[in-house]
T-cell receptor, first 115, second 111 residues
Framework: GAVVSQHPSWVICKSGTSVKIECRSL??????MFWYRQFPKQSLMLMAT?????????EQGVEKDKFLINHASLTLSTLTVTSAHPEDSSFYIC???????????FGPGTRLLVL | QQQVKQSPQSLIVQKGGISIINCAYE??????FPWYQQFPGKGPALLIA?????SEKKEGRFTISFNKSAKQFSLHIMDSQPGDSATYFC??????????FGAGTRLFVKA
């Protein structure tokens, strides 16, 4: 149980385009989902917390207009990187918590390369 | 105060040996301390977790030791195997939220 999927697993795009990444909880309802960013050989940095049906809460230094997060249902959250630039290239990972729980279950990650 | 300090940065252990990774935190509001294992190109996977009212928790070959007064906790991997070679992250959170990750430890188990 507690499986989280992400799609796509990797994406290459041109600078200036937008990219959407989906995060789904497959066998549980996720009241809260998190989005992380991880640079090579570095730790995970929390970008934002999203709750179903409400606006995401962004961490300090994360541009909310650049990283659009939508959590439309209890099993789906999306991260859209708008007007992507090469410095946005990174490994993006989502996680999900079931209602009342405290354990985060992570997705497999999405590698984004912006040319 | 929000940092979680993890050491060592890298670790090489012989097959069958014990791998020990240490973490320290400052914020006493943290109440949930998970350990994650991450293989290259994959998302982190939960290994084991502990709450501060417990001093030790064991699951298979993995043991967490927790010292609340010292604000330190550690992961012990017994009988380490080459398949354990991965990056390990400690973390601290408040009820699963506002999770802060350690910098990670790259473990290599020599066959």
């Amino acid at each position: 149980g507690a499986v989280v999927s992400q799609h796509p697993s990797w994406v290459i795009c041109k600078s200036g385009t937008s990219v959407k990444i989906e995060c789904r909880s497959l066998d549980f309802q996720a009241t809260t989902m998190f989005w992380y960013r991880q640079f090579p050989k570095q730790s995970l940095m929390l970008m934002a917390t999203s709750n179903e049906g409400s606006k995401a809460t962004y961490e300090q230094g994360v541009e909310k207009d650049k990283f659009l997060i939508n959590h439309a249902s209890l099993t789906l959250s999306t991260l859209t990187v708008t007007s992507a630039h090469p410095e946005d290239s990174s490994f993006y990972i989502c996680s999900a918590i079931a209602g009342g729980g405290e354990t985060q279950y992570f997705g497999p990650g999405t590698r984004l390369l912006v040319l | 105060q929000q940092q979680v300090k993890q050491s060592p940065q890298s670790l090489i252990v012989q097959k069958g040996g014990i791998s020990i990774i240490n973490c320290a935190y400052e914020n006493t509001a943290f109440d949930y301390f998970p350990w994650y294992q991450q293989f290259p190109g994959k998302g982190p996977a939960l290994l084991i977790a502990i709450r501060p009212d417990v001093s030790e928790k064991k699951e298979g070959r993995f043991t967490i030791s927790f010292n609340k007064s010292a604000k330190q906790f550690s992961l012990h991997i017994m009988d380490s195997q080459p398949g354990d070679s991965a990056t390990y992250f400690c973390a601290a959170s408040i009820g699963g939220f506002k999770t802060i990750f350690g910098a990670g430890t790259r473990l290599f188990v020599k066959a």
